[in-house]
């Protein structure tokens, strides 16, 4: 048999050798591709992870806030001049007096009324709110000395923390250099010290950043979701039951299909509008009230529940309800104790997922009037309020220094009640889950 001959240089390449090498391109396009996917991966975390360590870096320093310590002498002829002891006159007391008197013992050579005014601003306007709390709780301790850890004065709180630029001319800081003088004093005898700052957590908005808190939107939000919950899970349920168990099939059972998914996509905004028509503009509900914004968050939360309840639904299998209905139940109780018990776990994960993203909305409730400065803590859902989202895009809004760590700090709160609601979720899917 004799052997072939050389490859003529105009034969065309044999079959094996186009397919190794169509393999070839193809895999190393693959490869590429993978390349590119864990690129954009890395991306991404690169740009989250600048973003939590910006969040962090911004909001940690919110958690601590500046006091000085002073030797607070409680005159009895200041405070309780009479000696009854009465409850007016001690919260009417002048308190403001002893702090200052405290600071002019520790700067005696502060003699100018310009001087000693810019002196007594090293301190917070709660200062003598804090002695006055003091008093009030513990009366004996009248005509006695006490040292007392006092909130210092938000520019004082930029200073220590490194947010104020020693360096610049006087006329471009917001203190003056005999301030800082004063501040490097207390420094040096151990008067100053950065502690935790129980405002942020115990308080509601205010002017003075050292004093803001985001307890009052915090009690608004959870008035909010109660409403919105209260509301939202058994309308969603119900529909979606109905829609998927009982409604016959036609046009219009189809229309109202194709609207709860159309006003699933709906922006948050435009619910606004329609609770200030429909609820306070129609129904002359209160403004600001933490009832209306749940109003008003249900309507935006129920298209998400009743989507996710109908698809936890079609999720349990036809022969649940056929062994069911064979063994002579009937539709109600085919539905009630066989697929909505298998469904729940579906319908309870997509309801905490709504409300989820009910917590995080504030277009809707600019809309309503809860963007208004609200100081007290609402002690129900009548009372006006603010939440936690509107409360941060006021704080955004602020020109003071000190309210950007207070606004990158109510962000990590925000964050950390999603984490925690997702959470549960997870934990309630996990729970109530059914194998079948």
Do not use: C
């Amino acid at each position: 048999m004799s052997e072939p001959g050389p490859v003529k240089p105009n034969e065309p390449p044999r079959t094996r050798d186009r397919v190794a090498e169509g393999l070839r391109r193809r895999y190393m396009k693959e490869r590429a591709f993978r390349l590119l996917g864990l690129a954009a991966l890395l991306f991404g975390l690169g740009f989250l992870a600048i973003f939590f360590v910006t969040l962090v870096s911004n909001g940690a320093s919110a958690l601590l806030q500046t006091r000085i310590l002073l030797d607070v002498e409680l005159d009895p002829e200041v405070i309780d001049p009479e000696g009854r002891r009465d409850a007016v006159a001690l919260e009417t007391a002048n308190y403001q007096q002893l702090i200052r008197d405290a600071l002019n013992r520790l700067f005696p050579d502060v003699t100018e009324r310009s001087e000693r005014r810019a002196l007594y601003r090293l301190l917070s306007p709660a200062a003598d709110l804090e002695v006055r709390e003091l008093v009030l709780a513990n009366p004996a301790l009248i005509g006695e000395t006490r040292s007392l850890w006092l909130l210092a004065d938000d520019d004082v709180d930029m200073l220590i923390k490194g947010n104020i630029d020693r360096d610049v001319p006087e006329s471009e800081r917001r203190l003056s250099d005999a301030q800082i003088g004063w501040i490097d004093a207390l420094l040096d005898e151990g008067r100053i010290e950065r502690k935790l700052n129980r405002y942020f957590f115990t308080s509601g908005d205010s002017r003075d950043p050292e004093l803001a808190g985001i307890f009052g939107a915090t009690v608004g939000s959870f008035f909010m979701l109660l409403v919105t919950l209260v509301l939202s899970f058994p309308l969603g349920v119900a529909t979606a039951v109905y829609l998927e168990e009982f409604a016959p099939r036609n046009r219009w059972t189809d229309l109202i299909e194709v609207n709860i998914n159309n006003l699933a996509a709906v922006p948050s905004i435009v619910f606004g509008l329609l609770g200030l028509a429909l609820f306070i503009n129609a129904f002359g509900l209160p403004r600001s009230a933490p009832l209306v914004g749940g109003l008003v968050l249900t309507l935006m939360t129920l298209p998400v529940i009743i989507i996710a309840s109908r698809a936890a639904l079609k999720a349990v299998p036809p022969s649940i309800r056929e062994a069911a209905l064979g063994i002579g139940a009937s539709k109600m109780q085919t539905v009630l104790h066989h697929v909505l018990p298998l469904a729940l776990p579906g319908m309870l994960t997509g309801t905490i997922i709504g409300m989820a993203r009910a917590l995080g909305e504030s277009a809707p409730l600019l809309m309503i009037g809860m963007v208004a400065f609200i100081v007290d803590i609402p002690e129900s859902p009548l009372d006006p309020a603010t939440a936690l989202p509107v409360q941060i895009f006021l704080w955004a809004d602020s020109p003071e220094r000190a309210f950007v760590e207070r606004t990158s700090a109510a962000i990590l709160v925000l964050l950390a009640f999603l984490v925690v609601m997702n959470g549960i979720a997870i934990l309630l899917r996990k729970r109530f889950e059914r194998r079948y």
